[in-house]
């Protein structure tokens, strides 16, 4: 069998590279072991231009967050299922000061187009406090990335563009012009491992630092009606479920869950969250973070026909899909990559 891109994973990197790649009309083949574990089934998925504990705009939102819409949507019509859902995300104030600090912040025109509104009295006080007010965000929400998965995966199926075992990298044979793996002829191998990349030894070597996470799935007696986030997240599922989280653990690189993260989370929403609610599941993935807190995009430093897309962190959702066209345009054009996220920038410690 022979194919412009072999590609190793159909997590979320695997899935949006591999779409954008067919589109262009190239022969793929897709490789992925079911039984393995994957961050992207548990991720929360949530999209958010404004984040951390000091609530700034996040790297290359301007870039982002427009085309995110456009990308996601186009996806769901091709799959012909819905798992993009826009929905603010809602801040409450601890404080005066913090609301008129948002103040200040909401007429600087690089910020503006993110905030939906400023509450400056409660809105959402059934739910949490929020006597203060709060800060809505515009260009958030969530993907339900399981579903998006196994949609594009029937597809795959269907298509017969997709195995179903595990990789075994020692078998591959390089050839001038193409590389070998068992039956299979490809132009170019594309590593999509997340954070399983460590297993191989061709990019195992680049510095990850993988971050275990922990959600809780919770089930509110009322419905939420809009994402919360204030220390930890509450994103409402069209279910009428929660998922709550997350925490970060840099040590423990298991993919169990764990009694201290649990605890900690409920302690957070316990502080957080006004309304009764029932805990009915705990769940645990590795995010496939990365030293610099940049992906990890380009070409072997050895064995060229070889690739690697992987590194999204915490922020899959919002970047994969920029970087994906990145890619693509330096793999069929030729495009330099960005700087910040080639992996030559690490070339030193091969
Ligand atoms: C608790 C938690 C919460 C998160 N919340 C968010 C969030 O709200 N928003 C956000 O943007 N991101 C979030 N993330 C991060 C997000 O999960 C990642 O950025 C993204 O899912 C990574 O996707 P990936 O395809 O690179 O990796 P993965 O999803 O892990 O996919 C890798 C795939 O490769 C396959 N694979 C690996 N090795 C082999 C092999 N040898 N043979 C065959 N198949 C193989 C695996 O089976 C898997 O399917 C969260 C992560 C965690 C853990």
């Not at 067919?22 to 999209?47: C, H």
Request: net charge positive; charged share 25%; glycine share 6%.
């Amino acid at each position: 069998m022979k194919v412009d891109y072999l590609i190793v994973g159909q997590g979320l990197a695997g899935t949006i590279l591999s779409y954008r790649l067919l589109k262009q009309e190239k022969k793929v083949l897709v490789i992925d072991q079911p039984q393995m574990e994957s961050s992207s089934v548990v991720a929360a998925g949530l999209f958010n231009p404004i984040t951390g504990n000091r609530m700034v705009k996040t790297w290359l939102a301007d870039e982002l967050f427009s085309e995110l819409v456009d990308f996601y949507r186009e996806l769901e019509t091709f799959l012909g299922c819905r798992f993009f859902y826009q929905k603010p995300i809602y801040r409450p104030f601890v404080n005066m000061a913090e609301q008129n600090e948002w103040m200040g912040k909401s007429a600087d025109p690089g910020i503006k187009k993110f905030i939906r509104k400023i509450h400056r009295n409660s809105v959402y006080g059934d739910f949490v406090e929020d006597a203060y007010g709060g800060l809505e965000l515009n260009y958030c929400g969530y993907v339900d990335i399981a579903t998006l998965l196994r949609e594009y995966r029937t597809y795959l199926k269907q298509q017969q563009i997709i195995s179903e075992e595990t990789f075994e990298g020692e078998k591959l044979v390089f050839d001038t012009h193409l590389v070998r793996y068992r039956h299979i002829e490809a132009r170019r191998v594309i590593f999509c491992e997340g954070p399983l990349s460590n297993v191989d030894r061709f990019f195992s070597w680049l510095p990850f630092r993988r971050v275990k996470g922990e959600l809780l799935i919770i089930e509110p007696k009322e419905p939420v009606p809009v994402i919360l986030n204030r220390g930890l997240f509450i994103l409402p599922l069209e279910n009428g479920h929660c998922k709550v989280g997350s925490t970060y653990d840099w040590k423990d690189m298991t993919w169990e869950v764990t009694e201290k993260a649990g605890i900690e989370l409920r302690k957070k929403l316990h502080v957080f969250f006004k309304k009764y609610y029932k805990v009915i599941d705990q769940v645990a993935g590795i995010r496939p973070a990365t030293l610099d807190r940049r992906p990890l995009i380009g070409a072997h430093p050895e064995f060229n026909k070889l690739m690697i897309f992987n590194g999204f962190g915490t922020k899959g959702v919002s970047l994969m899909p920029y970087f994906s066209a990145k890619f693509c345009n330096f793999l069929s054009n030729d495009k330099e990559l960005p700087e910040e996220v080639n992996i030559n920038r690490y070339f030193s410690l091969y």
